[in-house]
């Protein structure tokens, strides 16, 4: 079983940027893979998401400032964080899209102050 390993976060000023890592113990090149975050008090959401083919999708809060890769030699998929705001704070994990209940990990802690 595939397992993901969530990795990059940390403490920024709002207006930084932070590049996190998704390293997966075994081949997704097939999967559509995706990128969510839970920030305190609130829902787990789907923040950006990329096929296998590259295609991309973002939710509207981040587009223009962050940015999703993958590099299937690697097993390994990116989040580019740019220009970051408070209201980005919360724990970021990647999983599958749709999601599965096998592949939550600890995730990585995202913390942006004012």
């Known amino acids: 079983q595939v397992q993901l390993v969530e990795s990059g976060g940390g403490l920024v000023q709002a207006g930084g940027s932070l590049r996190l890592s998704c390293a997966a113990s075994g081949s997704i090149f097939r999967i559509t893979m995706g990128w969510y975050r839970q920030a305190p008090g609130k829902q787990r959401e789907l923040v950006a998401s990329i096929t296998s083919g590259g295609s991309t999708i973002y939710a509207d809060s981040v587009k223009g400032r962050f940015t999703i890769s993958r590099d299937n030699a690697k097993n390994t998929v990116y989040l580019q964080m740019n220009s970051l705001k408070p209201e980005d704070t919360a724990v970021y994990y990647c999983?599958?899209?749709?999601?599965?209940?096998?592949?939550w990990g600890q995730g990585t802690q995202v913390t942006v102050s004012s």
């Open positions: 999983n599958t899209v749709p999601e599965s209940f096998r592949y």
